[in-house]
């Protein structure tokens, strides 16, 4: 059983939007600012669509074959076959139809719609779902061809509609991006080949298949040379996956720095040699060189629609409020009573406390890098940092006072009433006052970690088994399919639409055997579905060495208990058994050497806060 993904809110989002950007293009023609003839960009989408459309019938044609296959050997070789082929269209389908993508590729657990629908399970399809069931010791060619009809249908009607519509340079330059992040984050940790563990090979053809899109291209580049060093990386890129002995031995931090990251730099000289104008910034912005860096992502993107765009003049505000336990009823609390500066804004406690002293039910998440993520508390109850600001300011055991309160505090000061004036043109309202904690906090993205500035060649530190660390957490400990780079939170790659939520099966009271599950019910409180009991978001692991004890309650209090979870296979492995645990029950038989590699790397994990404070 694999760990559980949502994303229906962003195949929702990706599909509009490039049906919206379709329509514009149609109605604009300056947004690359290099004309080209019509007919030349007809003849690269014509090309495109035949490449695309050879995949799609390849895979096509291997998925046929399944449905027919009999015997275990023949099944699991057109299995395989058929994934190449969809690697080969995934920089392409998960572009122009990620709705199609997703039903393809989603994880092998039950989906619940919450609220009206919540007892509506909609069962588990696609690939994934269809390589646990080959992987069972004794396969059911019912269910096995059952999967396979369901794919060949989707992939059926993919090649019936022809998902790619307007074809740009800017689209192409995106979707390729796309696909380095989707590798780097998804693709090498097993994501979606969670059992038979296929990643090396099925992610090689993702390269594969963008040399020859690159090589469509080739009349685009004013500067031949960057062609040829696009087709030399790519192709190095491939050679690195052949050279891999297996899934858990494959270098995941030399792939990341020595191949993935020198093809931003190449991404950005295209952008140039171009001349392409995006209409509009990304989650990611276009000038980044690392994937790891505080520039790589832009917190713009990440507000609301009425917020103004972040300044050092809107964070100062934001961070003096965050400070200031005059906003507070009591004027005895304030953000930093639970959220620390210097315990990477937590309070250390496994249980927080209210303003009267007494403990709550959940202990403080850190901040820091929270405004990367699309849902906000364990259980994901408010979807962006203004709206979690709001439930505490009204939580009776937080600040228990309301928005009118404070502004009526904040009225009566004339610093901050002339600062909110300057910055905001309503001036102090429920929404500035919000809105300016919210961009102070959307600043705590240091990314100025040791590894990340090993990793993004700022300096070179990094220990042997830091670096083995890494590569078990992004391998053979699974972490990262859940904890996904380069955050290493549960907000899903490459979007970073939609943060998970996992059920762990975590206990009440420390204890290895005969354990009982912690009575808190996370996000079943808000949903009210069956599936949700028990499921907690995804925290980052960045930080993590200051901020235990660990859990949603504190069971934890180090790092080393933490893996002995997970060594285990979470609630499963310690007598918990919970029909609906996302997290794979199985044993993850990591050695205590490989345990001590994996605190090393999350050790590398902590920021320099001084330096962004």
């Given at each position: 059983m694999q760990r559980k993904i949502n994303l229906p809110k962003e195949a929702y989002i990706i599909s509009l939007f490039v049906a919206c950007m379709s329509f514009l293009v149609s109605c604009k023609n300056t947004v690359?600012?290099?004309?080209?003839?019509?007919?030349?960009?007809?003849?690269?989408?014509?090309?495109?669509?035949v490449q695309f459309g050879n995949d799609?019938?390849?895979?096509?044609?291997?998925?046929?074959?399944?449905?027919?296959?009999?015997?275990?050997?023949?099944?699991?070789?057109?299995?395989?076959?058929?994934?190449?082929?969809?690697?080969?269209?995934?920089?392409?389908?998960?572009?122009?139809?990620?709705?199609?993508?997703?039903?393809?590729?989603?994880?092998?657990?039950?989906?619940?719609?919450?609220?009206?629908?919540?007892?509506?399970?909609?069962?588990?399809?696609?690939?994934?779902?269809?390589?646990?069931?080959?992987?069972?010791?004794?396969?059911?060619?019912?269910?096995?061809?059952?999967?396979?009809?369901?794919?060949?249908?989707?992939?059926?009607?993919?090649?019936?509609?022809?998902?790619?519509?307007?074809?740009?340079?800017?689209?192409?330059?995106?979707?390729?991006?796309?696909?380095?992040?989707?590798?780097?984050?998804?693709?090498?940790?097993?994501?979606?080949?969670?059992?038979?563990?296929?990643?090396?090979?099925?992610?090689?053809?993702?390269?594969?298949?963008?040399?020859k899109y690159f090589n469509i291209y080739e009349s685009q580049f004013k500067n031949k040379e960057l062609y040829k060093n696009w087709i030399s990386a790519l192709q190095t890129a491939q050679q690195a996956f052949d050279e891999a002995e297996s899934f858990n031995t494959f270098d995941r931090y030399g792939f990341i720095k020595n191949q993935l990251q020198p093809m931003l730099s190449l991404w950005n000289q295209t952008v140039s040699d171009w001349q392409v104008e995006f209409p509009f910034k990304q989650k990611l912005n276009y000038d980044i060189d690392s994937f790891y860096a505080s520039e790589t992502f832009n917190p713009n993107a990440f507000k609301p629609g009425y917020s103004p765009k972040l300044s050092p003049e809107i964070a100062q505000l934001g961070k003096d409020l965050f400070f200031d336990a005059s906003l507070s009823e009591s004027e005895t609390m304030n953000c930093a009573s639970c959220h620390q500066p210097e315990k990477a804004f937590t309070d250390g406690l496994r249980f927080s406390k209210d303003n009267n002293g007494n403990f709550v039910q959940r202990n403080s998440p850190t901040l820091l890098y929270s405004s990367i993520q699309q849902s906000q508390f364990y259980d994901a109850r408010v979807e962006n940092l203004e709206n979690q600001i709001l439930d505490v300011i009204n939580n009776e055991k937080e600040f228990h006072a309301n928005t009118a309160k404070i502004i009526e505090k904040l009225e009566k000061s004339p610093t901050y009433k002339k600062r909110f004036q300057k910055l905001y043109k309503q001036g102090i309202d429920h929404k500035s006052v919000r809105n300016a904690i919210a961009m102070f906090i959307r600043t705590l993205t240091p990314f100025n970690s040791k590894f990340d500035r090993n990793i993004s060649g700022k300096e070179d530190t990094f220990t042997t088994e830091e670096t083995l660390g890494f590569n078990l957490f992004m391998g053979k400990g699974k972490c990262a399919t859940c904890h996904f780079a380069p955050v290493f939170n549960g907000t899903v790659p490459p979007y970073f639409t939609e943060s998970e939520l996992e059920v762990l099966g975590v206990p009440n009271t420390k204890t290895w055997e005969n354990a009982i599950v912690d009575e808190d019910l996370g996000r079943y409180n808000v949903a009210q579905a069956e599936l949700k009991k028990h499921a907690f978001k995804t925290p980052t692991v960045r930080n993590v060495s200051k901020t235990a004890p660990y859990m949603h309650n504190g069971v934890y209090d180090t790092l080393e208990e933490v893996l002995k979870f997970y060594n285990l296979g979470g609630g499963a492995g310690i007598g918990i058994e919970l029909e609906n645990q996302t997290l794979p029950p199985d044993a993850l038989e990591l050695t205590p050497e490989e345990i001590k590699a994996i605190i090393a790397f999350m050790n590398s994990l902590e920021d320099k806060l001084e330096e962004s404070l």
């Open positions: 690359e600012t290099t004309a080209i003839p019509a007919n030349e960009k007809e003849t690269i989408t014509d090309a495109i669509k799609l019938q390849n895979c096509i044609d291997d998925v046929n074959a399944l449905r027919e296959a009999t015997t275990k050997d023949s099944i699991l070789h057109y299995f395989k076959a058929s994934r190449l082929d969809f690697k080969r269209m995934e920089p392409i389908l998960s572009f122009y139809n990620s709705a199609n993508y997703y039903g393809l590729n989603k994880a092998n657990l039950p989906k619940v719609d919450e609220g009206d629908n919540a007892e509506k399970v909609i069962e588990a399809s696609g690939f994934q779902a269809l390589e646990e069931a080959i992987a069972e010791t004794e396969i059911d060619t019912t269910a096995i061809h059952a999967y396979a009809n369901d794919i060949y249908r989707k992939l059926k009607l993919e090649q019936k509609h022809n998902s790619i519509l307007k074809h740009t340079n800017y689209k192409f330059l995106w979707l390729t991006r796309q696909a380095l992040v989707r590798v780097m984050s998804l693709g090498i940790s097993g994501f979606d080949s969670p059992v038979l563990l296929q990643s090396i090979p099925e992610n090689k053809e993702v390269f594969v298949s963008l040399e």
